[in-house]
Nanobody, 121 residues
Framework: VQLQASGGGLVQPGDSLRLSCAASARTFSRYVMGWFRQAPGKEREFVASIGQTSGRTYYTDFVKGRFTISKDNAKNTVYLQMNSLKPEDTAVYYC???????????????WGQGTLVTVSS
């Protein structure tokens, strides 16, 4: 499956941004979808994941209450709504697809190209 992430940009602290990730697969609904991010000089880290039917979601602690992951199987698209953005949220954000439920990047089988989010005043 091919993934295309979009929606990144430059925003100020406290602003909101919504990332989108469009998938090419007609079997999109079978995949667990995840968002990861990588800040300069740091390792890629898990942000959020959503199950095949959207009934299950999981967030890393530093985005709980601020970010929301959602999935539209009819549009083959997964979203990451990011509110109350902080400078430490600055990173390249990647979407990924997995055959099974996972929060570690090694378990994800397909990756998008990443979209840059910069939070700065």
């Amino acid at each position: 499956v091919q993934l295309q992430a979009s929606g990144g940009g430059l925003v100020q602290p406290g602003d909101s941004l919504r990332l989108s990730c469009a998938a090419s697969a007609r079997t999109f609904s079978r995949y667990v979808m995840g968002w990861f991010r990588q800040a300069p000089g740091k390792e890629r880290e898990f942000v959020a994941s959503i199950g095949q039917t959207s009934g299950r979601t999981y967030y890393t602690d530093f985005v709980k209450g601020r970010f929301t992951i959602s999935k539209d199987n009819a549009k083959n698209t997964v979203y990451l709504q990011m509110n109350s953005l902080k400078p430490e949220d600055t990173a390249v954000y990647y979407c990924a697809a997995s055959y099974t439920w996972a929060t570690d990047y090694e378990s994800y089988n397909f990756w998008g190209q990443g979209t840059l989010v910069t939070v700065s005043s």
